[in-house]
């Protein structure tokens, strides 16, 4: 069993940065991709961005692309997502997902285990 603990989130300005934090327990974190997802109230949850299990593959959706960045430390179990300039409709509750293989993907079917997510709020 995977356990995902999601941190970071909080209320920022428009223009401001957040970097989200996923620590990851239970399996060998080095070989699982790990996905961001985000919900915003009212709508469907979304891919924003994925990271293969080395970190050297990453995939963005386009309306963070050039805004945000995921990375990964595998010593730490940790994956990351650096969001700056940040915009209201990134407001959402975002989410990190890990699945049971190393390559990246964007569909949520394909992920096996999620965190319970962390609130990012952008005011305008």
């Known amino acids: 069993q995977v356990q995902l603990v999601e941190s970071g989130g909080g209320l920022v300005q428009a223009g401001g940065s957040l970097r989200l934090s996923c620590a990851a327990s239970?399996?060998?974190?080095?070989?699982?991709?790990m996905g961001w997802f985000r919900q915003g109230l009212g709508k469907e949850r979304e891919f924003v961005a994925t990271?293969?299990?080395?970190?050297?593959?990453?995939y963005y959706a386009d309306s963070v692309k050039g805004r945000f960045t995921t990375s990964r430390d595998n010593a730490k179990n940790t994956v990351y997502l650096q969001m700056n300039r940040l915009k209201p409709e990134d407001t959402a509750v975002y989410y990190c997902?890990?699945?049971?293989?190393?390559?990246?993907?964007?569909?949520?079917?394909?992920?096996?285990?999620w965190g319970q997510g962390t609130q990012v709020t952008v005011s305008s």
């Open positions: 997902a890990a699945r049971r293989e190393f390559f990246t993907t964007t569909l949520q079917s394909d992920y096996n285990y």
């Open positions: 990271i293969s299990g080395s970190g050297r593959t990453t």
């Open positions: 239970g399996r060998t974190f080095s070989s699982s991709a």
